[in-house]
């Protein structure tokens, strides 16, 4: 009896000393998760990266769904916040003012305007152009089938709807200059896409310069395509950019942003078909047909993002130097003044 019962003390004390053994395990691991994630929090110091709602398809859309963005910001301490969508980078732009976004891309061209009066948001990331002749044609100066336009020549006294301060007009105005016509005998009429398209459509304008997703709906709807922004001395890259107090207090967390851009932009070069139609595979955002293949092959071809270098500031200078000759630009924009280097910033 004696020798039971000891037996019995003995095997309470040994799990009593194996329970507190794992307690103060499992409080070291906690301690020891706790640490690190006082540190991230630290480094990120519960930074937010706003941005705008990537719509159905490319790599931030992927990025949304799958909650990348969220897992990898967590590492450093920080949270992502997506916002809504912009029918223009006008209102893109409104939105980083009121700074309701405050991480966006788009071309040189529209942030341009922003960049010559306010200094709170620098280039952090450009895209060099694509320039493989398989890839897909992104923009074009279109007609209609039936216009006597046949040469950029052939604009002249006629309307051209562009978008103003953008892509479409800068594009225009590179290409009248390389073919030595005077700006002032194109009228230019700003549309914005929408706009451009429906005055393109019902003959209100001559010919369009439609970009990005307008291009090849136009071309698909039967437009003649007379030059391409690829056919150009083309300067105005694809560029991220971030309003300053992000970047400058919160480097790390831009970093990872880019990282993961260029890690999917990577991967939707591999595997395309995944990057289409990532929430909706039906009704007006998604793609199907040869507008999916189309979308599939961009994705194929498409250059990565790349951190900014001063020696971008001439890409930044050549565009700018377009709009001012032609009083598109009333200031002037100092390239190292919205270029920022990311990736020695500490």
């Known amino acids: ?6 037996r019995t003390r003995v095997a309470v004390a040994v799990a009593a000393l194996s329970l507190a053994a794992l307690t103060a395990a499992c409080g070291g691991a906690d301690a020891a998760k706790s640490t690190a994630a006082a540190a991230a929090g630290g480094k990120g110091g519960g930074a937010v990266l706003k941005i705008k709602d990537p719509g159905n398809a490319g790599p931030l859309a992927v990025a949304k ?4 963005l969220e897992k990898r910001l967590a590492e450093v301490g920080a949270t992502v916040e997506w916002g809504g969508s912009y029918a223009s980078f006008t209102a893109t732009i409104d939105a980083v003012r009121s700074g309701s976004v405050n991480v966006l891309e788009g071309a040189i061209s529209p942030v341009l305007g922003y960049l010559a009066n306010s200094k709170d948001i620098k280039i952090f990331a450009f895209t060099d152009p694509v320039t493989d002749p398989a890839a897909p044609q992104t923009d074009g100066l279109v007609v209609r089938p039936d216009s006597p336009v046949k040469s950029v020549k052939d604009l002249v006294g006629k309307q051209v709807a562009v978008n103003k301060g953008g892509r479409g007009e800068y594009l225009l105005l590179l290409a009248l200059q390389e073919a030595g016509i005077p700006a002032d005998q194109v009228k230019r009429v700003y549309l914005n896409p929408d706009q451009g398209a429906s005055a393109f459509a019902t003959g209100k304008v001559d ?5 990005v997703r307008a291009y090849p709906e136009a071309v698909a709807k039967g437009a003649r395509v ?3 922004g690829r056919d150009l001395p083309d300067k105005d890259l694809n560029m991220q950019a971030a309003r300053v107090e992000l970047l400058k207090e919160h480097p790390e967390v831009v970093r990872v942003y880019l990282k993961v851009l260029q890690e999917l932009t990577t991967e939707a070069k591999q595997n395309p078909e995944r990057f289409q139609n990532v929430f909706l595979t039906q009704g007006p955002t998604a793609v199907s047909g040869p507008r999916l293949a189309e979308e599939v092959a961009k994705a194929k071809y498409a250059a990565v993002p790349r951190f900014a270098t001063v020696a971008d500031g001439a890409f930044v200078t050549d565009v700018a130097g377009i709009f001012q000759k032609y009083g598109v630009l009333p200031g002037t924009v100092n390239p190292d003044d919205v270029i920022f280097d990311l990736k020695q910033a500490a």
């Open 1 to 6: 009896m004696w020798t039971s019962r000891r």
């Open 65 to 68: 769904k799958e909650g990348i």
């Open 207 to 211: 010919a369009w310069w439609a970009i």
């Open 226 to 228: 007379i030059v391409h």
